[in-house]
Antibody
């Protein structure tokens, strides 16, 4: 059974950093593209960043304009973990952050999701 | 690519047929997915490639459309279906979601 478990969220001050992790179970992690999606309180879903899996442009990354230059997505295929390094955090980054898996090595839609981790940016 | 959904909310009863529309600002061929989200929970994949049902999703859910106009239909609403539904395009980066359609009890 596929499981995605996010961690690393919390309350942080503006302009500081935070690193989110997503531990994965039940599938061959390095073969699949992975993505971070966020949801501000009471709002809709916002795609944040994706990283491809093995095959094709392995490890290629993409970012939303709202986080480009501040956030970095990465993966550790040995530990089967996905990461999101978030720097220079802003109040508008406050959201639940979900990690999600695509059904193949290229980023497409998301067939499995974690339960999310809450990031609150406030002074 | 901008995604819009209509209606933003709908009130319905168990057994009703519910139709939700999603429109893309440009041609996305069939690169569209639908998700269901209940309060405090992660989204759940329902449909991919505009009309393909995810494994385990009840057959009362169906999707149609291509290009710019898409539809999610619930043929006979069940108590567990009350939730918010989002569409998502994956034709090109940045991926984008529709604003959501809330289905609540009449």
């Amino acid at each position: 059974e596929v499981q995605l478990v996010e961690s690393g969220g919390g309350l942080v001050q503006p302009r500081t950093s935070l690193r989110l992790s997503c531990a994965t179970y039940g599938f061959n992690f390095d073969d699949y593209a992975m993505t971070w999606v966020r949801q501000a309180p009471g709002k809709g879903l916002e795609w944040v960043s994706s990283i491809s899996g093995n095959g094709g442009n392995s490890g290629s990354t993409h970012y939303a304009d709202s986080v480009k230059g501040r956030f970095t997505i990465s993966r550790d295929d040995v530990k089967k973990k996905l990461f999101l390094q978030m720097n220079r955090l802003r109040a508008e980054d406050t959201a639940v952050y979900f990690c999600a898996k695509s059904p193949g090595y290229s980023s497409t839609y998301f067939d499995s999701w974690g339960q999310g981790t809450l990031v609150t940016v406030s002074s | 690519i901008q995604m819009t959904q209509s209606p933003s909310s709908v009130s319905a009863s168990v057994g009703d047929k519910v139709t939700i529309t999603c429109r893309a600002s440009q041609d996305i061929t069939s690169s569209l997915a639908w998700f269901q989200q209940k309060p405090g929970k992660a989204p759940k994949s329902l449909i991919f490639a505009a009309s393909s049902l995810e494994t385990g999703v009840p057959s009362r859910f169906s999707g149609s459309g291509s290009g710019t106009d898409f539809t999610l239909t619930i043929s006979s609403l069940q108590p567990e279906d009350f939730a918010t539904f989002f569409c998502q395009q994956y034709d090109s980066f940045p991926f984008t979601f529709g604003p959501g359609t809330r289905v609540d009890m009449k």
